[in-house]
Antibody, heavy 120, light 107 residues
Framework: QVHLQESGPGLVKPSETLSLTCTVSGGSISYYYWTWIRQPPGKGLEWIGHLYYTGTTNYDPSLKSRLSISIDTSTNQFSLRLSSVTAADTATYYC??????????????WGQGILVTVSS | DIQMTQSPPSLSASVGDRVTITCRASQTIGNYLNWYQQRPGKAPKVLIFGASSLQSGVSPRFSGSGSGTDFTLSIISLQPEDFATYYCQQSYTTPYSFGQGTKLEIK
């Protein structure tokens, strides 16, 4: 059973860069897609972007100019960097495995989520 | 971008009831429609993929149907652990998008 765990600062100042890491355990990071999804407080889920283990990325166009997702297969980790953050980026950030191309492109395993607040 | 619209936004029901949640896509998505359950303070969990396929380990009290633009999630014989928020998600094309959620509450 694969396990995902997000880590990073819970508080980021406006205009700075939000950086999070997802550590994958219980399975290999290779041969899968890996995704970041966020959820503003009290609101719904928002797909941020994903990458394949080879490093190929796919980003939400509304975030693309500020976003970078990368992977380190040697440490079984992938990361999110979102620059020039504002209060609108305050959310719980989830990392997830997927989309799984053989199962309807679902996100089948999720981290517990990490709340990131953008505030001075 | 594809917009996903769920109804109702909230729903009250009793243990043992049967409920149905609907999801409509702003354009045809074939059967690329997935359903997730999110309990308070927890990560979402996939229930249904491909509009009607039950994810491994999920109770058969959950079922999905539909294709094209209109989809439904049905839950029979509601149990206390089913009271949660449900999201549909289109996986037809990026940017992937979710419905706004349907909160299922105990009556």
């Amino acid at each position: 059973q694969v396990h995902l765990q997000e880590s990073g600062p819970g508080l980021v100042k406006p205009s700075e860069t939000l950086s999070l890491t997802c550590t994958v355990s219980g399975g290999s990071i290779s041969y899968y897609y890996w995704t970041w999804i966020r959820q503003p407080p009290g609101k719904g889920l928002e797909w941020i972007g994903h990458l394949y283990y080879t490093g190929t990325t796919n980003y939400d166009p509304s975030l693309k100019s500020r976003l970078s997702i990368s992977i380190d297969t040697s440490t079984n980790q992938f990361s999110l960097r979102l620059s020039s953050v504002t209060a609108a980026d305050t959310a719980t950030y989830y990392c997830a495995r997927g989309p799984l191309t053989d199962s309807g492109y679902i996100f089948d395993s999720w981290g517990q989520g990490i709340l990131v607040t953008v505030s001075s | 971008d594809i917009q996903m619209t769920q109804s109702p936004p909230s729903l009250s029901a009793s243990v043992g009831d049967r409920v149905t949640i609907t999801c409509r896509a702003s354009q045809t998505i074939g059967n690329y429609l997935n359903w997730y359950q999110q309990r308070p303070g927890k990560a979402p969990k996939v229930l249904i993929f491909g509009a009607s396929s039950l994810q491994s380990g999920v109770s058969p009290r959950f079922s999905g149907s539909g294709s094209g633009t209109d989809f439904t999630l049905s839950i029979i014989s509601l149990q206390p652990e089913d009271f949660a928020t449900y999201y549909c998600q289109q996986s037809y094309t990026t940017p992937y998008s979710f419905g706004q959620g349907t909160k299922l509450e105990i009556k």
